[in-house]
């Protein structure tokens, strides 16, 4: 990888030292978006540590706990054992919860969502765990060949009926979706390009469970794709997709969208899709100077985005909670949205203000009830409960750098503080109460 | 706003302490009344039963009248005194005895031979065929209703909810790639939960939420405080009135009839949602039809009867149009263990408000059949295009993809 | 699962605590039931007797000081109701000057009864109970401290002499307590409490143990049993208006198994059961009298002749993790099942035989399937031993193996051949379905029985196989009895059963046995712990750590590896019939 000069316009680094100081604040935009949630001590040795360490250890990989790995373990083999999907999802929200790799995790989520394939047809758990491994093994790399890895995907192959895309009779599912969803996105193909796209993925099929070209189910005449002409097969196609200027642009939609804003701009658009471009499609350095721009920690992009049930649920969890009743969760989840292994389809969830109906914000409201309040779905940390003999003004701040960036003020911070003071109970059902007040807030919901 | 609606709604205020908060009217009373006062004049409701499994429409609705019928079910037929007649060529199942009442007070539409071209006899393939609207599309990605509310959402958000009734998996009908439609079982589900301690923290807590979101803000956090202001609202109207619904009407102890009642709850207490889907499973009947189905027919008529006579002593009868559908009809021809096996063409059934009811379509020829099925003549899509353009008020071609001509009963 | 685990600890804890610690012996003498104390009348009695041999051996168990110490117990007495009732104990050791456990033996050690009548205008049931301490002194010293206690109250409990010597207490809501010498006589009734304090100096041939049902259930059970409960059915019977049990069933497999047993309950004039607990091991029976006689024809379908009965087949395999074994007249139970099942179930058999005419044309089930078999019936299960995989499922079943009876060998052997065959194909589909193995038809000759099995196509590889893994379907017909297994292994298991078939299908004098249940914790627990991966998973799932999980795992193993094998029988006696829980420790 050459040394490229830093990104200079929208993507320009913000420097620290002179135009921002480095707060509670910087640091908790920066876990809050980059994680699922955060403990104090991560906020801690975020402020601590300054921004660039911070950046770095996010984006390079830190040994995981022996307890991580045990739990993790225990709960991958016996998914595959039951062959249970609930039993998977477990085990995938336990590590976004767990991990020491937060950011890995979420960009495995980015993937999966771009890449919506659901267990409601695959049927198994081992292909899911697979592909899972697939994006979890280039979720900070190579989108090339996660592109190349995913069109033989057995789950993928599955999903989009692969084994039915023979030469007589081509199915255009798989070259649809790699074209509108997968590289591309609306408007920048033709019905003809998925059409002869098609016939080049004819023959990859699955058997045995494991990804197979069948030579004899393959077209191998000529066929005509973005105005290119040729015998191509599948791999000619996926890079041929790649090649096109709207693949970085699609990519850094997605990018800005899950870590910056919820309506970029344009130019910002194009400003990501040159870096990628530049990087060689490589998602680490790209997410490196995301997260040291300037427009990343821009005031009107700081808790500006909508929670996803996941950043709301799994970031509380992460944040609070010692133990975890994961069934429950689970079960929450799918009620809130966002089911991982199950989206409603290969278009994944679209987010940000379709999260929210009357009934997702009663159950949204309600999970804060239950986790603040009850045992029900988890037990609180010890690091969060044991500030009980506190005046009601530190604990208020505590939370409030915990769970809302530090940035409780005004007539928020006046309601928080008497809801403490007035609140009835032992110091640790008052507690209980403020911690349940800020996350029925819907300034909770943002981040 | 009706005036008891008001004074219950300012009852509700007051108990929360809101209602002294001053000269200018808080943000939470001024959304909660529009959103009250939309709720009541404007939303109109559509309620979709849905008959997993395939309706026998022959032996639902009886072409008494036509000799091949007896020829065709010698076994399973429903004998000629025991029909309720319509006319001297149709008549409803001895146990639709509420839908003919309905029929008679010129409320209940019969839609006769709906169905599509080149009909598809496995329950999936057909099921999806019925909630997308797309026959050509082998994987539809979302249903009619879910797209309807698409439309809905990016120009009316406040009347774009549906909800799915007492199914574990929503049906592709709602499913939509940018909406989440909610699927509940108990009236529970759209309540807060009261969790463990102090009654007073919790009571504090309530009042301290209702208070901050009362504040206009902008953007997203502004978004979220009005959708906000009317789930708690709308919670809080449900559960006073779940407390105080009355209806003299006595619902069947069945499972479609418990759903309804929840249905009519929901309108009661004015629930954003103006979609609902409801199932009732059981019509596969490929073997001993007769009891099976005769016990179907009278949950489906017990329940739907309660329901419009609950939805008349709450007044809202105007607001409902209610249909049912099923993925296809069944052989003409019983087949040897006395049932029927998968078909095609078949009928539904709408409550309409507008006074279009009666029978509509003509009855497909039980002689000439394709493949030992009926055909139709209404296509499906022509219903679905009646409830949206002239009900919902959503263009139905945008959401079917192709303009289809709307059917009368509407 | 996890439920199941904890009630299973939780029961073996409970039984654990009772039969653990020092091996004394009783040091009650019994003088015979409390109940004929009691005034005639009851519905029902509750006795209890040797109460303070069982605290004591509670009190210095083992498993009780390792709970004790336990986390488990630290953080269940930091729950509030927890607190309140530790302050009471408190309260109470304080005034009267001894500790829990030794109040407990003290005054409720050697016999007390409790009373159960028929409510009077409506209202709530009358009750008596009657405790007799071993010691009158330390009844007096119990009066010594009680009583300025009772003056503390004020007037919610008024204290006063009895004629016959004593005290008699009685609260403001009409609660009343009489002790005397060795008695402590509680009730709510004037009326009652009368009669029992006269049943206590005076004869008692006029008291509850008169009646027939008393007298019945004492000739039949016996008196000297820890905890005796006596209900008076007639009784019963009379104040419901109607029969205890209903004429006809609403669930078959209830019918089937427990219909001739629910028969003897509804003309039984009484219904017993009684706890014996010993330092190893302790057994729960309970019964209802009747003869086989008394039957009509319907009903003797479930029950065997005691002339010449058809004992349920034993089964014998090595490693057995359970087995459940009955012997029937399943024909006539069948064609009677419109007297015996209530009309409502009676469309789900027409639509069973329609659905069988789908499988075997032609035939009709009562007249050319049931005369096929005798109706003895076992099912067993073991291990399963996976030979036949390379690796092992992650989740580890048991194996089952079913053996029918034919009375017609060739004939019931065919039909149920082609029962498996189906299922064999059934299977295959849905293989396919979901991705897996199928499975071939395959056959052998093992000790010159020809076996069925099916073999998977490829031997499935792997350590975390799918649950269907599990299975590899094998039958044999066997002199008169067919095998249908999950296992070949097991098949094979039944066939040695068969072949050394020793004489353990006979009735020990005077019972027999109509239902043979067994389960070996042993082999529970090495069933568990073969699963301990997904177990600690599971607990993971819930919030525990592996570690955690780990302990209660191995804690819930070593209870169950103690425990001996657990029985629960249905046992035929010349004039009654019981129920039989039984079990033990090593």
Known sequence: MPNLEPPAGLLAPLDFTSDRTWTAREAAHLLGRSQFGYTSAELDLAIQSGPAETIERLLNTQPEPIEFQQAELALRKTALATGEITDLKIWWLYRMWATANPLAEKMSLLWHNHFATSFDKVRSVAQMLNQNALIRKHALGHFQQLLHGMSRDTAMLVWLDGNANRKRHPNENFAREIMELFALGVGNYTEKDIQEAARAFSGWHVREGVFWFNQSQHDETEKTVFGKVGNFDGAAIVDLCLSQPACPRFLAMKLLKTFVCSEPKQELIEAVATRIRLHDFVMLPVLRELFSSQVFYDGANRRSLIKSPLDLVVGSLRALAATVKWPSITKLLANLGQDVFEPPSVKGWEGGRLWINSSSILLRTNFATELASTEQLASLRGSVTDVASETSDSIVAGLGRLLMGDLVEGELHASLVALHQLAEGNSLQKLRATIQLILSLPEYQLY | MP???????????????????GAIPPRFLVTAAEAAGVAARDK???????????????????????????????????????????????????NLTGLRELYEEGKLAILQGVGYPNPDRSHFRSMDIWQSAQPLN?????????????????????????????????????????????????????????????????????????????????????????????????????????????????????????????????????????????????????????????????????????????????????????????????????????????????????????GKGGLHGTYPSLTDLTDGDLKFNIDFRSVYATILDKWLEIPSAEVIGEAFQPTGFI | MSRCLSSILFLTVVLGLMCQGDARAADTVSEGSLVDRLPTGAVATAEVSGLASIIERIETSETLKGYLNSPLYQEAIKTDPARKALAGKAILEAQLGMDLWTIAKTYLGDRLVLGVYPPVDGHQPEGVLVIRVKNAADLSKLLEKLTPLAAFAGDAVSISDRAGGGKAFKSKDGNQVVITDRWIVASKSSELLSQTLTNLTT??????????????????????????????????????????????????????????????????????????????????????????????????????????????????????????????????????????????????????????????????????????????????????????????????????????????????????????????????????????????????????????????????????????????????????????SSSLGLCRQLIDAQQNKRPVESATAGSIPNIVQELSPVVAARLLEANAAVIHAKSIQNGKTAEQSARELEAVCTLLRRMTAIHFDTVQYADHMRLELSGGWK
């Open chain 2, 138 to 354: 082998d994987n539809p990605r979302d249903g009619w209703l879910g797209r309807a509310s698409e439309w809905q959402f990016d120009r009316q958000p406040a009347l774009a909810e549906a909800l799915s009734l007492g199914s574990d998996k929503l049906p592709l009908a709602f499913v939509s790639t940018r909406v989440n439609v909610p699927s509940l079982h108990r009236l529970e589900d759209f309540q807060l939960v009261d969790g463990q301690g102090p009654t007073a923290n919790r009571d504090r807590i309530r009042t301290t939420i209702k208070k901050l979101v009362a504040d206009p803000a902008s953007g997203e956090l502004d978004f979220l405080r009005r959708a906000t202001t009317t789930a708690l609202t709308s919670a809080e109207r449900l559960k006073s009135l779940s407390a105080t619904y009355r209806t003299t009407v006595n619902y069947p102890s069945t499972g479609l009839a418990s759903r309804l009642k929840l249905v009519a709850q929901m309108l009661t207490a004015d629930l954003p949602a103006r979609m609902f889907v409801v199932s009732l499973d059981g019509f596969d009947t490929h073997s001993q039809q007769q009891p099976g189905h005769a016990a179907l027919m009278a949950e489906l008529s017990g329940a739907i009867r309660a329901f419009e006579q609950d939805l008349a002593e709450h007044k809202l009868s105007d607001r409902v149009v209610l249909a049912t559908y099923s993925e296809f009809g069944r052989r003409v021809a019983e087949n040897g263990s006395l049932g029927t096996d998968h078909g095609a063409a078949s009928m539904l059934f709408a409550l309409t408000p507008t």
């Open chain 3, 203 to 484: 004869s008692r041939d006029s008291g509850l143990g008169s009646e027939v049902s008393w007298k019945l259930m004492a000739q039949q059970l016996g008196t000297q049993h820890t905890v005796q409960i006596c209900v008076n059915l007639t009784k019963v019977s009379q104040l419901l208006g109607k029969r205890v049990v209903p004429e006809k069933l609403d669930n078959p497999v209830v019918s089937l198994l427990y219909g001739g047993l629910l028969e003897y309950a509804a003309k039984s004039p009484y219904l017993g059961m009684t706890v014996d607990i010993s330092d190893s091991g302790y057994s729960i029976q309970s019964a209802v009298a009747g003869k086989v006689s008394d039957l009509d024809d319907a009903h003797r379908a479930m029950v065997l002749d005691p002339a010449q009965p058809l004992l349920p087949m034993t089964m014998e395999v090595p490693e057995r993790l359970g087995v459940f074994s009955f012997s029937r007249n399943i024909l006539k139970w069948y064609k009677a099942r419109e007297q015996l099942l209530e009309p409502k179930l009676q469309p789900e058999f027409d639509k069973f035989e329609t659905g069988l005419a789908t499988f075997l044309p032609g035939k009709d089930f009562a007249e050319d399937v049931l005369p096929f078999l005798t109706g003895r019936v076992a099912f067993v299960s073991a291990p399963q031993d996976y030979s036949y995989l390379d690796g092992k499922p992650g989740v580890q079943l048991p194996a089952f193996g079913l053996v029918i009876e034919l009375a017609k060998p060739t004939e019931g052997a065919d039909i149920l051949n082609v029962v498996a065959q189906t299922i064999l194909t059934i299977s295959n589909l849905e293989a396919a379905k979901q991705k897996r193995q199928l499975w071939v038809q395959s056959s052998e000759s093992y000790h010159d029985v020809q076996v069925n099995f099916a073999r998977y196509l490829q031997r499935p590889k792997g350590d975390q196989l799918a649950t269907a893994y599990n299975f590899q379907p094998a039958s044999a017909l066997i002199d008169n009895r067919f095998i249908l």
């Open chain 2, 3 to 21: 005036s008891s609606t008001r004074r219950e709604f300012l009852q509700l205020l007051g108990s929360a302490g809101l209602i002294s908060l």
């Open chain 2, 44 to 94: 109109r409701v559509l309620v979709l039963i849905q008959l997993a499994g395939g309706n026998d429409g022959l032996n639902t609705l009886i072409p008494h009248g036509d000799p091949a019928y007896e020829k065709a079910r010698p076994g399973i037929g429903i004998p000629k005194p025991q029909v309720l007649r319509l006319n001297d060529q149709v008549g409803l199942h001895p």
